[in-house]
């Protein structure tokens, strides 16, 4: 949902990263993060979990030009890819403009990343989003490894229809900031276009997720040179028509509304909080009861 503070005229954009554990969504935004062509950057707020590598999420406000006189916002998240995660994703997806799948290349997590893919489009619906309307720009990450499928056999079972696709080795930057570009690019059409990616119908009720507890192998030397020092944003045009693509959105924006959407920001911010430490402390439990077990 775009957010638009008409007293500093500027306008926010969230684009999330989604994927399976370990496919390199952190890595991603690692790489963005320290990129020395973006300027104006916010801290980095990220939260830790002690049964995986993964990164909580990540908070990277940036500035990015104007569009129709209007200072433009990216918010950058990421969210956990473990099952035990899945209403802290729900959360972390809510009103989001945009997402980027990332999905790990390699042949054996084929039904990772199927059931990943699966639990975005649920997640999204359930935050009454339109998967077939948001901006969605599908990375095929860890290219520099060996066992890949190919472009073609991923597309064959993730089916990114008309979803940009970017090949990339985020781990060396290969890629990271062309998926970045892509994103913001479509968020800004659906914007010039006025797409509505609002669920007017109501969510099903969501599957029962299974994951694969399969990892990710070890990586070998990198193999592809990296590109993190390429424009971000050079080929995401910023200037836009006459016609301001903000105009309905400014018509209703009231102050009471914007504190409607702080306060609300707040309790969601609150709720991932509680998630987490539920989380955490079952993950304690179960670490405890596996570690009692093997003394046995």
Do not use: W
Request: charged content about 25%; proline content about 6%; aromatic content about 6%.
């Amino acid at each position: 949902m775009v957010l638009i503070n008409k007293a500093i005229n500027e306008v926010t954009i969230k684009l999330v990263y989604y994927g399976p554990g370990l496919c390199g969504k952190t890595t991603n935004l690692e790489k963005i993060y320290g990129n020395p062509k973006l300027e104006n950057k916010g801290k980095m707020i990220s939260m830790s979990t002690e049964t995986d590598r993964t990164l909580f999420f990540d908070f990277m406000p940036m500035e990015l030009g104007t569009i129709a006189g209007q200072k433009v916002r990216v918010q950058l998240y990421t969210v956990p890819g473990q099952v035990f995660y899945d209403a802290t994703r729900k959360l972390v997806l809510r009103g989001a403009d945009g997402v980027v799948f990332v999905a790990d290349s390699q042949s054996s997590m084929r039904e990772s990343n199927t059931e990943s893919l699966e639990n975005l489009k649920t997640n999204l619906r359930l935050n009454r989003i339109d998967p077939d309307k948001v901006a969605l720009v599908f990375q095929y990450n860890k290219r520099d490894l060996p066992n890949v499928d190919s472009v073609e056999q991923m597309n064959a079972y993730l089916h990114p229809g008309n979803a940009p696709v970017v090949e990339a080795a985020a781990i060396n930057g290969a890629g990271v900031t062309a998926t970045l570009r892509a994103a913001v690019a479509r968020i800004i059409e659906n914007l010039k276009s006025n797409v509505d990616t609002t669920l007017y119908e109501a969510p099903a009720a969501p599957p029962t997720f299974t994951p694969n507890v399969g990892r990710a192998s070890a990586r070998p030397a990198e193999q592809i040179e990296p590109q993190v020092d390429e424009a971000p944003f050079g080929a995401v045009a910023v200037e836009v028509e006459p016609d301001n693509p903000f105009e309905l959105a400014a018509e209703v924006h009231n102050p009471a509304a914007e504190r409607g959407d702080l306060e609300a920001l707040l309790d969601g911010a609150t709720a991932v909080v509680r998630a987490l430490e539920e989380a955490l402390e079952t993950a304690r439990r179960n670490e405890a009861s596996l570690r009692a077990r093997l003394k046995g």
